[in-house]
Antibody, heavy 120, light 109 residues
Framework: EVQLVESGGGLVKPGGSLRLSCAAS????????MSWVRQAPGKGLEWVGR??????????DYAAPVKGRITISRDDSKNTLYLQMNSLKTEDTAVYYC???????????WGQGTLVTVSS | QSALTQEASVSGTVGQKVTLSCTGN????????VGWYQQISHGAPKTVMF??SLPSGIPGRFSASKSGTTASLTISGLQPEDEADYYC???????????FGGGTKLTVL
């Protein structure tokens, strides 16, 4: 079964750090571009960043609001995507989804999401 | 303010054909394939179209098209289970970012 399962969400204080994981199964993870997308309470979807496949260069791109505070990485041996978030702000509170690209500019598969709450 | 513009709300009756639009510019929709995502009751999004392709398991009543800098998602034969929020997205090369529309709330009357 094609599946993405996120984990690692929780409550963190402003200025803190958190690492999210996304375990992939049912498809060739190593060949797949991956993104993180978030959704703040009551708001729409917001792209956070992406990492392309190692065969494509393995490069990353990040959205302006999080650039410099996050790092996306992948471990193809574990079929796992990561999102390291530092210097967290209250406005980073959201459900974070990982998504597998079907093509370079659109997603095919989504995870179920993990909630990150940044609050003192 | 979203880089892509979608209607805030659209409604239709069961069996009707409805079209949702997503307007951008030459930096995004005019240059790249567009994805369409369905989100029911703030659950996890589901892809209903990417480019002109229908993902496995998505009913054939969903289709997509693009004309210039506007993309469209058409649902032919609206069903009650189609009631959801729909988002479009694509890459924007001037922003070097993937951008979403603000979403359209589709109500099935």
């Amino acid at each position: 079964e094609v599946q993405l399962v996120e984990s690692g969400g929780g409550l963190v204080k402003p200025g803190g750090s958190l690492r999210l994981s996304c375990a992939a199964s049912g498809f060739t993870f190593s060949n797949t571009w991956m993104s993180w997308v978030r959704q703040a309470p009551g708001k729409g979807l917001e792209w956070v960043g992406r990492i392309i496949s190692k065969s494509g260069g393995g490069t990353t791109d990040y959205a302006a609001p999080v650039k410099g505070r996050i790092t996306i990485s992948r471990d193809d041996s574990k079929n796992t995507l990561y999102l390291q978030m530092n210097s967290l702000k209250t406005e980073d509170t959201a459900v974070y989804y990982c998504a597998a690209h079907a093509v370079a500019t659109a997603f095919g598969i989504w995870g179920q999401g993990t909630l990150v709450t940044v609050s003192s | 303010q979203s880089a892509l513009t979608q209607e805030a709300s659209v409604s239709g009756t069961v069996g009707q054909k409805v079209t949702l639009s997503c307007t951008g510019n030459s930096n995004n929709i005019g240059s790249y394939a567009v994805g369409w995502y369905q989100q029911i009751s703030h659950g996890a999004p589901k892809t209903v179209m990417f480019g002109n392709s229908l993902p496995s398991g998505i009913p054939g009543r969903f289709s997509a098209s693009k004309s210039g800098t506007t993309a469209s998602l058409t649902i032919s034969g609206l069903q009650p289970e189609d009631e959801a929020d729909y988002y479009c997205s694509t890459w924007d090369f001037s922003l070097s970012a993937l951008v979403f529309g603000g979403g359209t709330k589709l109500t099935v009357l």
